[in-house]
């Protein structure tokens, strides 16, 4: 790698920049961003020759990684609700998102995965980590979402969540997709195992998706103790945790993408640390369904495990999520550390790179790929490596994103996309979602219900 960068020829330079080469350990320097190719090839001076773009007066960061996103709910904004109002978490399930993944066809996949792509790229968010769901169009559905962002211009991550709410069938297509996709996903796109939560899976299911998993060399992406009823679902099951029955399956891997992490014992969270799992919290989503606080979001580096944050579906802005996650986590202990927004941003690049085979993802290093964004940000005051973590919290915003590289490709450019008729993307959307909406209003609550659920009469 290192003698390739040393050998290519610079193409195009970002010029004259604030540039944010690290989050973690921070690194900041002033200098011109050299590209050629995908790569960038060197943070110093741009030689002359190249093509210059001026972004004297900007903030260039590394792309912003969402690792836990749930793009089939970008049409979901403001949609009608006559059914009687939720007051539990498996509610929620039931009464709407349930209902909502089985109305997705293939042309809602693909206009879902459009907008909320866009909107995310938009936010400076470059990699998107997603969940998918369409149990009513399994087959070929990650290929639908795959190609959709690849037209945008957004690096992934994709998987389909398996689960037996819809039969077994149906979870039985789910890992067929996973696994089919695996060995096809090429370009921006990587692909893994994905299942819904231990409490929507039988043990034979589980013991299916772990031997696809190892067959194929990847991990899995799974929801894990959201909410009290997939804890109580277990002990149902006569383990004494979700993170017990998890780890036995063999689930618990240093490949696995693990969801929330909300009601887990601090033995389960150092349990989940052993095996280099990586956890994703999803702040504003919990404090949304008032399922509790992970404490996964508010301890230092997550008592030993790797933490990341996603947005779970709530929009694919990270530098709103990590800030409200960072408020949240000071809420809960005034030394939450500094750093805390940061750490967690590298630790998603560090999962999406290691995906993609890309170590030096989420860096402005010579060798990494250029997935950078530049912020229009008129500082008031400098920004420093030591300073960094008070800008990001209480200044940077999405609002500011200028213009967002991916692979060395500029496909947002003075905040429009590069790629995609943006008014034509909405017209889609309003229009897709009439549609979906309406297909909704038909199908009625899901009869899914945990073995056990202890919150349908706490509540
Ligand atoms: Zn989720």
Redesign the pocket.
């Known amino acids: 790698m290192a003698a390739d960068i040393r050998q290519a020829v610079p193409s195009s330079a970002l010029c004259g920049a604030t540039v944010v080469v690290a989050l973690d350990p921070p690194e900041v320097v002033t200098a011109d961003v050299v590209l050629a190719g995908d790569r960038v090839v060197e943070v110093g001076s741009a030689p002359p020759g190249v093509r210059r773009r001026d972004c004297t007066g900007t903030l260039i960061v590394p792309g912003n990684v969402c690792a836990?996103?749930?793009l089939y709910s970008a049409l979901s904004r403001g949609m009608p609700y006559r059914l009687a109002p939720p007051v539990t978490f498996t509610e929620i399930l039931q009464r709407v998102w349930w209902r909502l993944d089985r109305a997705l066809d293939e042309q809602a996949i693909r206009a879902s995965a459009l907008r909320g792509g866009l909107d995310a790229l938009r936010a400076g968010t470059t990699t998107i980590v997603d969940?998918h769901a369409s149990p009513y169009a399994i087959d070929g559905s990650l290929d639908i979402i795959a190609e959709t962002l690849d037209q945008l211009g957004v690096r992934s991550v994709l998987c389909y969540?398996v689960s037996d709410r819809d039969g077994l069938d149906r979870a039985a297509a789910g890992i067929a997709e996973n696994r089919r996709f695996v060995t096809r996903a090429d370009g921006l796109a990587r692909g893994m195992m994905g299942a819904h939560a231990s409490f929507t899976l039988c043990d034979a299911t589980l013991e299916q998706l772990v031997d696809a998993a190892r067959g194929d060399g990847v991990g899995i992406h799974i929801?894990v103790a959201?909410d009290a009823a997939d804890q109580d679902d277990a002990h149902a099951r006569a383990v004494h945790g979700v993170v017990e029955r998890l780890d036995r399956a063999g689930v618990l891997t240093d490949r696995a993408l693990l969801?929330?992490g909300v009601h887990v014992a601090p033995a389960e969270m150092h349990a989940v640390g052993d095996t280099g799992a990586t956890v994703v919290c999803?702040p504003r989503?919990n404090m949304n369904n008032a399922v509790g606080h992970s404490p996964f979001n508010h301890l230092g580096r997550g008592a030993g495990a790797r933490v990341a944050l996603?947005t779970?579906?709530i929009g694919g802005d990270l530098f709103a999520e990590s800030q409200v996650g960072f408020f949240r986590a000071r809420e809960a202990d005034v030394a939450t550390p500094g750093d805390w927004p940061l750490v967690r941003l590298a630790e998603g690049a560090r999962f999406a790179g290691d995906m993609h085979g890309e170590p030096l993802l989420g860096t402005v290093r010579p060798g990494a790929p250029a997935d950078l964004v530049v912020l229009d940000y008129p500082t008031p005051t400098p920004v420093t490596a030591e300073n960094l973590v008070g800008h990001w919290v209480f200044g940077l915003s999405s609002a500011q994103v200028r213009d967002v590289l991916v692979a060395g490709e500029l496909v947002v450019a003075d905040r429009r996309s590069t790629r995609v008729d943006e008014a034509e993307v909405a017209a889609e959307g309003a229009a897709e979602a009439e549609r979906l909406w309406a297909r909704m209003e038909e199908i009625p609550a899901h009869d899914f219900t945990p073995m056990a659920d202890s919150t349908r009469s706490r509540r």
């Open positions: 836990h996103h749930h969940h969540e929801h959201e969801a929330h999803n989503s996603g779970d579906g």
